[in-house]
């Protein structure tokens, strides 16, 4: 039995390859009897095709088909966020940890769309900037939050709480607070773990800190990170999502950072394995590396 009919494409703005990918795709399903609509800011292709804003496509689609490469996906999945919409990634960037089918092979779109597939549940992190008690700035993440210096050399000085509870205080560039979906990027590159998506845990993850003792930290995704920062470190940090959402900063903000009650739903091929594709994209076992 099939499973999805209406199906929606998005795919990075403004790219010849991911224009030509969707168009193949797009003409693809329309022959197999789908509906098939654009997301409303999707590069243009020759085909006619009826376009929505992304929120409207989430909300009328079964399926959305996301053509790019992972930071594609990653904005597809916060604007997405909202809804219960599944999301199937075509590989037209460079490493294609989230975005694993190949372009050139409908036979594993076709597998999915008939409901021959893997679902793969993942966590996202809530960010809140808090002042005076009020939300003045609000983001959601798929990979990571970020708290970053900005305009300096120097060191930022801030304290961390858990749950509450003073869990340091920092002297350092910044830190990272990972879900076991951002594991594998910019929290692995800054010596933090490798997290299988399926552990309810986030990682913290220091950037450059001063003190060689702080080390990054795993802790229950249940957990509430709060941050709060020097007084005279404000204008020199920036807050971001996932490294595409910058939600600023506040003189005399406070940080809130907690699971979001939702996830977001990847779906894949059914031949899909997560170790394969770990060892694939960090090249375990290349015996040519050099």
Known sequence: MQRFHRIGILGKPDDPEVAETITRIADH????????????????????????????????????????????????????????????????????????????????????????????????????????????????????????????????????????????????????????????AYAMAGGGPIMHPDVNAIALVPICPHTLSIRPLVLSADSTVEITVSPDAFEHIRLSCDGQEDLGMVNGGRIVIRKRPHKVMLVHPPQYRYFEILRAKLRWGDTNLG
């Open 29 to 184: 399903l329309a022959r197999s009897g789908r509906t098939v609509t654009l997301g409303s800011d999707v590069v243009e292709i020759a085909a006619d095709l009826p376009r929505l804003p992304r929120g409207e496509l989430a909300e009328q689609m079964d399926l959305i088909i996301v053509v790019g490469g992972d930071g594609t996906l990653l904005h597809a999945a916060r604007s997405l966020a909202e809804h219960d919409v599944p999301i199937l990634g075509v590989n037209r960037g460079r490493l294609g940890f989230l975005v694993d089918v190949s372009p050139g092979n409908l036979s594993e779109i076709d597998a999915v769309l008939a409901g021959e597939l893997i679902e793969d549940s993942r966590m996202l992190l809530d960010a809140e900037i808090q002042a005076e008690g009020e939300i003045v700035s609000r983001g959601t993440a798929l990979n990571d939050v970020v708290l970053h210096k900005w305009n300096t050399a120097r060191m930022i000085e801030f304290d961390i709480y858990v749950d509450g509870e003073l869990l340091n205080s920092h002297r350092s560039d910044g830190l990272i607070i990972s879900t076991p979906t951002g594991s594998t």
